[in-house]
């Protein structure tokens, strides 16, 4: 893809706000005709920097306010054993986020859960599964800050 220019900053940061703007709305945030905003938005997919439109649940609202984050260690780093614990995880809805980390954690889930007794359901799932040589939860008390946009 060709570099990522200011308008292109502007669309994307358009859309991370709304991805339920209408085009022409967009169109005319960015100063674009609406044809040229729709090709640039169209290469931004194309390209994959846009990778999907979403609309973003409160977790509250539907009985999922219980933010666990998910500290795993392992003793097996082999790579048939990451692609078992990946399809493991990837199983499991109430994983949504799940990264490789360097440093004493090998593994951080972020899980959304309506309680603890949700979360043990979830962890008692998971251990089942694969074999995990440490799993350390801890439980958010208040989101401070949680955005999808990055700061483009």
Known sequence: MEKVD???RLLLRAL???AGISLESLAEAASL??????????RLEA???LTRRVALVDPDKVGLGQTVFVAIRTRDHSAAWLGRFAEAVRAIPEVVEFYRM???????LKVQV???ADYDRV???LIARVDLADVSATFAMECLKNTTELPL
């Open 6 to 8: 200011d308008t292109d």
């Open 16 to 18: 991370q706000a709304d």
């Open 33 to 42: 005709s609406v044809n040229t905003c729709w090709r640039r938005v169209k």
């Open 47 to 49: 390209a994959g920097v």
């Open 102 to 108: 360097a440093g004493d954690v090998d593994y951080l």
């Open 114 to 116: 309506g309680s603890v």
């Open 123 to 125: 962890y008692k799932s």
